[in-house]
């Protein structure tokens, strides 16, 4: 049963930092590709970073030099640090895993919340 659990979401002033953790269950090492999605009021979900095994990494443009995505496979996470946040990163944050030849599995979501 796969299963992917955030946390570390909360309420933060701008200008400061907050780390969200992704934890993948049965093994992180079975998927390919993680991800962090977010997904604002009204708005549709969009991708804010992932990173494959060798340690690859892509990140929107509007969260570069800010945010830092890394992966534990030791620890079965994914985590990502969010610094310099903006009251336009708010947004519900979704921990996305990805392996061949299945479907995406999706995690709950954390609530991100930058006031200004």
């Known amino acids: 049963q796969v299963q992917l659990v955030e946390s570390g979401g909360g309420v933060v002033q701008a200008g400061g930092s907050l780390k969200l953790s992704c934890a993948a269950s049965?093994?992180?090492?079975?998927?390919?590709?993680m991800a962090w999605y977010r997904q604002a009021p009204g708005e549709q979900r969009e991708l804010v970073a992932s990173v494959t095994p060798p340690g690859r990494t892509n990140y929107a443009d509007s969260v570069k030099g800010r945010f830092t995505i890394s992966r534990d496979n030791a620890k079965n996470t994914v985590y990502l640090q969010m610094d310099s946040l903006k009251p336009e990163d708010t947004g519900v944050y979704y921990c996305?895993?990805?392996?061949?030849?299945?479907?995406?599995?999706w995690g709950q979501g954390t609530q991100v919340t930058v006031s200004s």
């Open positions: 996305r895993a990805e392996r061949p030849f299945d479907t995406p599995y």
């Open positions: 049965p093994s992180i090492s079975i998927f390919n590709v």
